[in-house]
């Protein structure tokens, strides 16, 4: 298969910076995909800590994780290091467009730079996981959560419920049902119907007949 392959010398204008950064990604040049979509931003803003971290947030609530990624690394070309914050956005991105393994990445290099993972950290790497049917993955997060007492919100108490569905975990999915009212948060319909099904899974049909009474 021929690579269509973009020489760095070439020049080209803000409207063309996305198409060849996703021919180079297409063609397997990730490396240069992510230096384009660097390029592109810089090419439309004077760089500085305060438009890095606000492109990486507005990233964050699209699916445009590859420029996330872009911006998270040119925060050091301004001198500055990501913080939480930064990484969440990041890592809510990659959630969005299913990319649960940049996600699971972005969680650990977070720790390394000795960086405290939060509940949107978890939540949004457990949904990533969990909408790309990596429910046991999302199950090692919920885990993981609970041991360092990080609370989640609900993004990650719906991806928990879904997964413990999937593992047929009933009891477990009714456990953090409990724990949603504990925090003073409202199960929504997906979280009912994840939990329903957990428990006809589990042969546990009149636990489904309440939640379905209490929905």
């Keep these: 298969m021929l690579r269509a392959r973009i020489p760095s010398s070439v020049e080209l204008s803000p409207r063309q910076y996305p198409a060849a950064a996703r021919a180079c990604r297409l063609g397997g040049q990730w490396q240069r995909a992510l230096s384009l979509i660097s390029e592109m931003w810089e090419s439309l803003t004077e760089p500085d800590v305060v438009s890095y971290s606000r492109g990486i947030s507005a990233r964050g609530k699209g699916k445009q994780w590859e420029l996330a ?8 070309d301004v001198k500055a290091e990501p913080d939480t914050i930064n990484y969440n956005a990041a890592i809510s991105a990659c959630e969005n467009s299913a990319q649960w ?6 969680l650990v290099i977070s720790a390394e730079v000795q960086l405290q993972p939060d509940c949107t950290s978890y ?3 457990m949904s990533a996981c969990e909408k790309s049917g990596q429910w046991q993955q999302s199950l090692l997060l919920l885990r993981e959560s609970v041991k360092i007492q990080v609370g989640l919100n609900l993004i990650g108490y719906d991806a928990g419920v879904s997964a413990c569905e999937k593992d047929m975990q009933w009891t477990r999915a009714l456990g ?3 724990e949603l009212r504990k925090v003073r948060l409202e199960p929504v319909a997906i979280t ?19 939640l379905f009474r209490e929905m």
């Excluded at 990624?69 to 050091?76: H, T």
């Excluded at 009912?192 to 309440?210: T, V």
């Design 192 to 210: 009912y119907n994840a939990g329903i099904s957990a428990c006809a899974k589990g042969g546990q049909w009149q636990m489904a007949l309440l």
């Design 101 to 106: 393994q940049i996600a699971l990445l972005l």
């Design 123 to 125: 939540s949004s790497g």
């Design 176 to 178: 953090l049902l409990r």
């Design 69 to 76: 990624l872009a911006l998270l690394e040119g925060l050091r």
